[in-house]
């Protein structure tokens, strides 16, 4: 399975932006979807995870209910819509796709990842 994200750019402090990612597969396994993100000189961390279904969905807690993950099944693609952005959300977003269905937190659970978008925040 191929993961191919979008919609990382620059935008300043309060901004919002929506990233996407595709999968293509033949076929596309049914499975839990998550962004990871990478800051500057840091670990990669989790951020949110939703399962095949979009049902259930986790959050990392410093989301703070300002970022929404969401799927759509017929087009292959899971968003991540993130408002009130601040310097400290600046990170590489990587989608990736779980060997499951449930959303897991939990990064070993996931084993196709797309190559990044940047996120940058900033004044």
Same mark, same amino acid.
């Given at each position: 399975?191929?993961?191919?994200?979008? #919609?990382?750019?620059?935008? %300043?402090?309060?901004? /919002?932006?929506?990233?996407?990612?595709?999968? *293509?597969?033949?076929?596309?396994?049914?499975? #839990? +979807? @998550?962004?990871?993100? %990478?800051?500057? #000189?840091?670990?990669?961390?989790?951020? @949110?995870?939703?399962?095949?279904?979009?049902? /259930?969905?986790?959050?990392?807690?410093?989301?703070?209910?300002?970022? &929404?993950? /969401?799927?759509?099944? +017929?087009?292959?693609?899971?968003?991540?819509?993130?408002? *009130?952005?601040?310097?400290?959300?600046? @990170?590489?977003?990587?989608? @990736?796709?779980?060997? $499951?269905?449930?959303?897991?937190?939990?990064? &070993?659970?996931?084993?196709?990842? $797309?190559?990044?978008?940047?996120?940058?925040?900033?004044?």
């Amino acid at each position: 399975v191929q993961l191919v994200e979008s #919609g990382g750019g620059l935008v %300043q402090p309060g901004g /919002s932006l929506r990233l996407s990612c595709v999968a *293509s597969g033949r076929p596309v396994p049914s499975s #839990g +979807m @998550a962004w990871f993100r %990478q800051p500057p #000189g840091k670990e990669r961390e989790f951020v @949110a995870s939703i399962n095949y279904y979009g049902g /259930s969905k986790n959050y990392a807690d410093f989301v703070e209910g300002r970022f &929404t993950i /969401s799927r759509d099944n +017929m087009f292959n693609t899971v968003y991540l819509q993130m408002n *009130s952005l601040k310097p400290e959300d600046t @990170a590489v977003y990587y989608c @990736a796709r779980e060997k $499951g269905y449930g959303g897991s937190k939990i990064y &070993t659970q996931y084993v196709d990842w $797309g190559q990044g978008t940047l996120v940058t925040v900033s004044s």
